[in-house]
Nanobody, 116 residues
Framework: QVQVAESGGGLVQPGGSLKLSCTAYGFTFSTSVMNWYRQATGKERGFVAGIMTGGDTTNYADSVKGRFTISRDNAKNTMYLQMNSLKPEDTAVYYC?????????WGKGTPVTVSS
């Protein structure tokens, strides 16, 4: 079955860190462009970060540059998002998005809450 599954969300205090994971099943992860998106309550889903197949090319939304790091391990079919210096405005459901062979696969999301 083709799917991507996120994990690692939770509650963290402002200034804290969290690492999200996204594991792929049923398609060729190593040739897929991978992305993280997020959606806060009452807002549209927006791009957070993306990584090309080899892992050497990445891009980030301006709001997370310098704080978040996207990476991937093709041997483990897994993508990561290291989030540091978290702010309350980072609170959202974080979604994994895979682009593979002309298809787009979304995960169900993992919630991140930044609050004291």
């Amino acid at each position: 079955q083709v799917q991507v599954a996120e994990s690692g969300g939770g509650l963290v205090q402002p200034g804290g860190s969290l690492k999200l994971s996204c594991t792929a099943y049923g398609f060729t992860f190593s040739t897929s462009v991978m992305n993280w998106y997020r959606q806060a309550t009452g807002k549209e889903r927006g791009f957070v970060a993306g990584i090309m197949t080899g892992g050497d090319t990445t891009n980030y939304a301006d709001s997370v540059k310098g704080r978040f790091t996207i990476s991937r391990d093709n041997a483990k079919n897994t993508m990561y998002l290291q989030m540091n210096s978290l702010k309350p405005e980072d609170t959202a459901v974080y979604y994994c998005c895979a682009v593979s062979g002309g298809m787009v696969y979304w995960g169900k999301g993992t919630p991140v809450t930044v609050s004291s």
